[in-house]
C-alpha cells in the first residue's frame, strides 16, 4: 500500500519539470495575492503587470470553499480563441451572449479562459476545481478580492495576457507581494542587421578589409538577400502593381469545445 502512494507524491513532486518542457520556457506568471496583480514575465524580466481578483474566501485547494489555490500551475487548457470581447462561457461554451464592462446584474465568466493545473500536493484538486484566470464584466471589483476562487481580469488585460502564454506556461500563485524584477530588455528592431550590412558595404563595397571575413552565415544570408532586393528595384517598372484581392478567411469563434 506504501509503495504506489510513493510513486504518487513522487510524480507530483516531478510534474514541475515534466510541464516545463512542454512550453516556452522563457515565459511565466506571477500572481501576488497580497498585491492583487499578476506579472508576466519573458527571459527573467518583466513584461507587464495587470490588477486581478483573487478569492474573497481566501486561501487553499478545498473542495466546496470556493478558496484560490497557492503554488506552481501549469497552463493546460486555453479557451475562447477569437471570440468578442465580453463573450459569456457557461461550462466553457461560448453562449453567443456579449457583456459589457461592469454590466448590472451579472457575473459570469467572459472573453477568454485560462485554465490551471496543479504542480504541488497544496494545489492537486485545482483542474478539476476549475480554477481559471479570466475575464469579468464585475471589472470594478478588480484589484480586491472578490472571486469564488478563480483569478480575474478586465476583458482587455485577459485578452492581451492570453495571446502571450502557450500551453504548459508555468503560473506561479503567491501570498506575498510581487518580487522586484527589472523590466524586460526590447529586442533590436529587425532593420538592424540590414542596416549594418549597408554601412559595411558602403564602406567596403569590394570586402577588402579584413572586417568582412567576421561575417556569420547569417549575415551572409541577409546580405544576399539585400543585394536581390536592389536588383529587382532598378528592374521594376515605374507602373503601379494591380493590388491583389482579399480572400479573406472564415476564424472560429471557439476553437476549445467543453472539457
Not at 461550462?91 to 457575473?107: C, H, Q
Not at 471589483?141 to 476583458?155: D, V, W
Not at 536581390?228 to 472564415?250: C, I, M, V, Y
Request: aromatic content about 6%; proline content about 8%.
Amino acid at each position: 500500500m506504501l509503495r504506489p502512494l510513493a510513486v504518487i507524491f513522487s510524480l507530483i513532486s516531478v510534474a514541475p519539470a515534466l510541464f516545463a518542457t512542454q512550453a516556452d520556457p522563457s515565459t511565466r506568471l506571477v500572481i501576488s495575492v497580497r498585491d492583487q496583480k499578476l506579472m508576466l514575465l519573458q527571459n527573467g524580466g518583466k513584461v507587464a503587470t495587470y490588477p486581478v481578483s483573487t478569492s474573497m474566501f481566501g486561501l487553499g485547494d478545498y473542495w466546496g470553499r470556493m478558496t484560490t489555490p497557492l503554488g506552481y500551475f501549469a497552463v493546460a487548457q486555453k479557451i475562447g480563441d477569437h471570440a468578442p470581447i465580453g463573450a459569456v462561457f457557461h461550462s466553457r461554451r461560448f453562449t453567443g451572449e456579449i457583456l459589457a464592462p461592469n454590466a448590472p446584474g451579472r457575473d459570469p465568466v467572459i472573453t477568454r479562459i485560462i485554465w490551471l493545473r496543479g504542480l504541488e500536493a497544496q494545489n492537486v484538486h485545482a483542474f478539476q476545481r476549475c480554477i481559471y484566470i479570466h475575464g469579468t464584466p464585475q471589472e470594478k471589483t478588480i484589484g480586491r478580492p472578490a472571486s469564488y476562487g478563480c483569478i480575474r481580469m478586465k476583458s482587455s488585460d485577459i485578452t492581451a495576457l492570453y495571446n502571450q502564454l502557450s500551453l504548459g506556461a508555468i503560473v506561479q500563485i503567491v501570498p506575498d507581494r510581487l518580487p522586484k524584477v527589472p523590466k524586460a530588455t526590447p529586442l533590436p528592431p529587425s532593420n538592424t542587421l540590414v542596416a549594418e550590412l549597408e554601412k559595411t558595404t558602403v564602406q567596403d563595397p569590394l570586402g577588402t578589409k579584413s572586417d568582412s571575413a567576421s561575417l556569420t552565415v547569417e549575415q551572409m544570408r541577409m546580405a544576399g538577400a539585400l543585394a536581390a532586393e536592389r536588383q529587382k528595384r532598378q528592374a521594376r517598372p515605374t507602373d503601379k502593381a494591380t493590388p491583389a484581392l482579399n480572400n479573406g478567411a472564415t476564424i472560429a469563434q471557439n476553437k476549445n469545445p467543453r472539457a
